[in-house]
């Protein structure tokens, strides 16, 4: 087997163990999630209910974390072998299967998990009563992700299915081609998943502008934190998710420096999914677990109201402000 096989079937194996992991850790919030809800309805605290109301979009953004995951897998070389399933398909399926990856993960997914997050921030600067508009904000929050990315996963469509016609030939293959044909030891041909760098280059603008919406918006909130401890754990926050997703899309477009198969190609798409993926793992802590957790840990309500547990108040704090992102 050559070295480069080996290669890029030990980053597929520890992609596959990464996911494995994510998608446990995922499940384990949702379930911590409804286990929380059935809590608070169970013991009637109602002021613990406040930090509740946002359950949905939670689960909801770990399902989108789960789904970018799930694709990053279905990418895999390692997927391509003679034993596994997606082998016995033809190389028209595999290069459909590379196709439907772009436009799920580069067109949809990252869109959503970012939008979600910089939704949430901009909702909390709103200083409003939500206690008539908590009905609506599952819906306002989907409709808002949904409407904003919309423009993403057009253009995305667009270039994976019309790339080479919009091009007419002009442009080298890998600005608009999805997969890497490719023919094995025991003359069976493979496709390889690789990024259009239209795609790239595209997604990479989106990014640039969310990332410079973010910063504004964190500007704005951390100029209105008074609390030291809850100021660095909102910079912290927003510094990898402007960081990170930037960082992905710079290490796909260079990607296109080396051949699909090869060591830098390999290396170069396996960092872009551990970047990303850290930042999602991240972000699920931050916004799905430690709230719920650190809810929990409360007696009762009447910590809050008493001023019990004076350790907690930074965090209750972060919990109030997370919350009312969600409350738009």
Avoid at 53 to 76: H, N, Q
Avoid at 296 to 308: C, N, Q, V
Wanted: hydrophobic share 50%.
């Amino acid at each position: 087997m050559p070295l480069t096989r080996l290669i890029a079937d030990a980053f597929g194996v520890v992609t596959v163990c990464l996911v494995s992991l994510f998608v446990l850790l995922g499940l384990f919030c949702i379930l911590y999630s409804v286990y929380f809800r059935y809590r608070i309805k169970r013991q009637g605290y109602s002021q613990l209910r406040f930090f509740n109301k946002p359950w949905i979009i939670r689960i909801t953004f770990v399902v989108f974390t789960i789904w970018w995951g799930l694709g990053e897998v279905l990418r895999l070389s390692l997927l391509r072998h003679q034993e596994s399933s997606v082998h016995a398909l033809d190389i028209q399926w595999q290069q459909a299967i590379c196709k439907f990856y772009i436009i799920s993960n580069l067109g949809f997914t990252e869109p959503c998990l970012f939008l979600t997050i910089l939704f949430l921030l901009h909702a909390s600067l709103k200083q409003r009563d939500f206690g008539a508009s908590c009905q609506r904000f599952n819906g306002k929050t989907y409709l808002y992700v949904l409407l904003y990315c919309l423009p993403m996963f057009a253009l995305q469509l667009t270039i994976v299915f019309a790339g080479e016609k919009i091009t007419n030939g002009k442009m080298p293959p890998y600005f608009t081609s999805t997969s890497f044909r490719s023919v094995t030891d025991d003359q069976i041909d493979n496709a390889v998943c690789t990024y259009p760098l239209l795609s790239t280059i595209l997604h990479g603008l989106y990014t640039t502008l969310l990332s410079l919406c973010l910063l504004w918006l964190g500007r704005q909130m951390l100029s209105s934190v008074i609390n030291k401890g809850l100021r660095k754990r909102v910079f912290f926050l927003i510094s990898c998710v402007s960081v990170f997703f930037p960082l992905r899309v710079l290490l796909l477009g260079l990607s296109v420096l080396s051949s699909p198969g090869r060591f830098l190609f390999e290396a170069l798409v396996f960092a872009a999914f551990l970047v990303l993926l850290s930042c999602a793992g991240l972000a699920i802590c931050m916004l799905v677990y430690c709230p719920v957790a650190d809810s929990l840990a409360l007696k009762g309500p009447h910590d809050m109201e008493t001023g019990r547990n004076p350790l907690r108040t930074t965090t209750m704090q972060f919990l109030l402000l997370v919350t009312r992102a969600f409350l738009r």
